[in-house]
Each structure stands twice: as C-alpha cells, then as structure tokens.
C-alpha cells in the first residue's frame, strides 16, 4: 500500500522497481508455505507467522553482516537519489532478506533460539558459504523458456533449504554456543570442504553462470560442505 500510494508521486520506474521487490518477496514466501504446510490454510499459515516476521523485519538492520548493512545503505541511498522516500527506501533494501523469515522460524521452533539469534546465523550462512552470491546470480539470470524459471525458482527454494539445515546442525553439533558462533565452529571443523568450495566459487566468478549446470554443481558442492 505505502508504494501504490506513491502513484504520481515519484518516477515510475523508481515506483514500479520498489513494487518489483515487494512481488518478488510475497512469491517466494509463498511458494515456501505451499511447499513447507502442504494441505494447510495459507492465510491462516501466513497469519500464524505474522508476529515474527514483524519482529525480523523490526531487527533486520542488526542482524545482517556489516558488510551487507554496507551495501544496503548504499542502494537506499541511490533510491532516496531518485526520488523515493527514504524508510521506503530503507525497507526495500532489507525486504529481499524476509525471504528467510519462516526458515528462520522454523528453526526457532525446533532449537527454542531467538528469532534474532537464529536469523543472524542464517545471514551470516549467506555470506560464508556464498549464498547469497548464488541467490544474486540466479536472480539476474535471464530464463529462455518457463521450464528454465522453473529450475531457477527450484535451485533458489534448494537454496533456502540449505541455509536452513546448514544452521540448524551447527545448532545441533555446539548447543553452547550462540548459533553465529555454532555455525562458525561448524564450519571450522569442515577445512577442506569449506576450501574445495571456495575454489569453486572462485572458478564460477571468473567463468560466469552461462547455464544452469553451474548451478547443480555449485549446489552439490555447499552441501557437501555440510556433510
């Protein structure tokens, strides 16, 4: 609603890239509810779980990496540039991390952490074992046929699974530990996965995504990781 009130307001490319966004998330989330609570009521599902996305999108800002507080700073900044306002702004630049909202809760559940805990554990997996730099090549792949989409949809809801188990076992494997710090030991322990998969990365950033193979193998790879 605080987008569409904006008709006239600002450019329309600027309106129609914060709406893209909001899209973007609702699909998503919504694709995870039909996968994760099959036979369930979505509306009440997704009702159930408004309290604690409320409470990470409220915390967002304090549990990303610096380094991703860094960047989104900026494009709020280059967004404010061009007319939109600025806690619109803002909240579109950490909205894409919602996503993992009811990953995040999920394991909330089951490990009885803090939604705050656990979700700057699931972000700090994005950037040690790359996922969120899997996530941005997926997303600016540009899918020849819908069966491509598809796959693409598939390899970023794989994705979210993986972030998810990879925290939840570090978890289970340090229970004294905070999750970030967990997740840190759990990887510690897995050198030379965690080596061979930063090859990888390193080898996939020079060649580039020219088709969707990459991906498989790259996928195969962070799992093995966590092995």
């Known amino acids: 609603e605080a987008v569409e009130a904006l008709d006239g307001v600002i450019d329309p490319a600027v309106q129609n ?3 893209t966004r909001v899209d973007w998330v609702v699909a998503i989330t919504g694709r995870w509810f039909l996968q994760n609570a ?3 009521d979505i509306g009440e599902a997704v009702a159930a779980n408004a309290p604690g996305f409320a409470e990470l999108a409220a915390a967002l800002p304090e549990l990303v990496p610096a380094a991703s507080r860094a960047v989104r700073a900026a494009r709020a900044a280059a967004l404010v540039a061009r007319g939109a306002p600025k806690e619109l702004a803002t909240t579109h630049v950490y909205m894409p991390a919602l996503a993992h909202a009811p990953d995040i809760l999920v394991v909330v559940r089951d490990t009885g952490r803090s939604p705050g805990e656990v979700g ?7 950037q040690s074992l790359h996922l969120d730099w899997l996530e941005a090549q997926v997303l600016t792949y540009d ?3 819908r069966w491509e989409q598809f796959a ?3 390899f970023l809801d794989d994705l979210l699974l993986v972030r998810r188990g990879a925290v939840r076992r570090a978890i289970g494997e340090h229970p004294e530990s905070s999750p970030a710090d967990a997740l840190a030991q759990f ?3 897995r050198p030379a996965a ?3 998969l930063e090859r990888l990365i390193e080898q996939f950033r020079a060649d580039g995504m020219h088709d969707l193979a990459v991906l498989t193998v790259v996928l195969r790879q962070v799992r093995a990781t966590m092995s």
């Open 120 to 126: 700057r554990a699931l972000y700090v997996a994005g």
């Open 152 to 154: 693409l949809n598939a």
């Open 17 to 19: 890239e914060l709406m």
């Open 194 to 196: 965690v080596a061979r």
């Open 38 to 40: 099959p036979g369930a």
């Open 143 to 145: 899918a020849s046929s």
């Open 187 to 189: 990887l510690a322990r």
